[in-house]
């Protein structure tokens, strides 16, 4: 399954290549810099300030759990609780994340602190989508700082104005993302055992989603990767 | 609780999640089986994330609308070698243009 080049070389990406990687992540982090909008607008009206909107933008720094906090708080200070909750709940997939993005992105000390922080479902899934661990490393930091400079404009935007654009969906932004992680995962799924990997998780999200809170049933889902516990001779 | 240190509370959580998957000794992650394990996670947690924005809404109820159409041109987009960006345009354009004449 892994066919990255290991680390370690000296030569640059070449030019072609890196052009792919910083389109990839411009257009990754414009189309959800855009959603933004809409969270700092809810945050607003939810009854937070600019000041602990901006707060989540910047240090939570994690769509599905800001969206989720505020949808939440929105019922008054009493539902601080269940707010946390949800939001951790939601953020359990980043650490996931990062048992892979430690390896692949070799980062220590201050840098492996922002590396933390970057780490999101758009900075991950454009690391993997990449081939060679040098485009990799250029995909995460490139969309981690993407995704954090319009994300945060935006949030700031639509806290201040309102949400100017309107509803997200009628431009089609919600599919834009799901077309983006699609494409994005598309390059990872030539082995047997990573489709097998997708559609098993796939499944298992969906048929859970009803039952279980936000969050949790994309985590439960996480278990397909023990599928590739075993090594086949395809990947070797 | 204040909001201040409800936020301050879930921002201190959410981001030592995140710095915890980087904390793992690197000799435990080091480990064949558990180096395909690492590598296939974001393959299971990406697969699950598109699944559920294509296919569930409001509380998780299972919902076909204009985001398959649009996850399933972006797919034949994929088949025929179409660029990044004109995938994610496909997709977005598909479901904005199913909504906006109210297909889907």
């Not at chain 1, 700031?156 to 997200?168: F, R, V, Y």
């Not at chain 2, 180096?35 to 393959?43: G, Q, Y």
Request: glycine share 10%.
């Amino acid at each position: 399954m892994s066919q990255r080049v290991g680390g370690g070389q000296v030569e640059e990406l070449d030019p072609a290549r890196r052009r792919l990687v910083v389109r990839e992540a411009l257009s990754v982090g414009v189309a959800t810099g855009a959603y933004g909008l809409s969270f700092g607008a809810l945050a607003v009206a939810a009854g937070l300030d600019v000041w602990q909107t901006m707060a989540l933008s910047l240090l939570m720094f994690t769509g599905g759990s800001q969206f989720a906090f505020v949808g939440i708080i929105a019922n008054g200070s009493g539902a601080a609780p269940a707010a946390i909750a949800a939001s951790s709940l939601l953020g359990v997939r980043n650490g996931l994340y990062a048992l892979e993005l430690t390896q692949l992105l070799g980062v220590h000390g201050v840098r492996r602190v922002a590396a933390a922080h970057l780490t999101i479902d758009e900075s991950t899934a454009v690391a993997v989508a990449q081939d060679d661990v040098r485009a990799s490393r250029l995909g995460f930091w490139l969309t981690g700082a993407a995704v954090f400079t319009f994300w945060n404009l935006m949030t700031l935007l639509g806290a201040l104005l309102g949400n100017a654009l309107g509803d997200p969906r009628t431009y089609g932004l919600d599919a834009a993302a799901a077309a983006a992680f699609t494409a994005l995962l598309w390059p990872r799924l030539r082995s047997r055992d990573a489709v097998a990997i997708a559609v098993v998780a796939g499944v298992v999200a969906v048929v859970l989603a009803p039952a279980l809170p936000p969050g949790v049933p994309v985590v439960v889902a996480a278990f397909a990767s023990f599928i590739a516990w075993r090594e086949r001779r395809e990947d070797a | 609780m204040s909001l201040w240190l409800a936020i301050a509370v879930a921002i201190a959580i959410a981001f030592g999640l995140k710095l915890a998957g980087y904390l793992v000794p690197e000799n435990l992650l080091a480990e064949p089986h558990v180096k395909r394990v690492t590598a296939a996670l974001p393959i299971a947690l990406l697969a699950a994330l598109i699944a559920t924005q294509t296919f569930t809404g409001p509380g998780g109820a299972f919902v076909l609308d204009a985001r398959l159409a649009a996850v399933a041109v972006a797919v034949v987009a994929l088949l025929l070698r179409a660029p990044f960006i004109v995938v994610v345009a496909l997709g977005a354009a598909t479901a904005a243009l199913l909504r906006s004449t109210g297909w889907a």
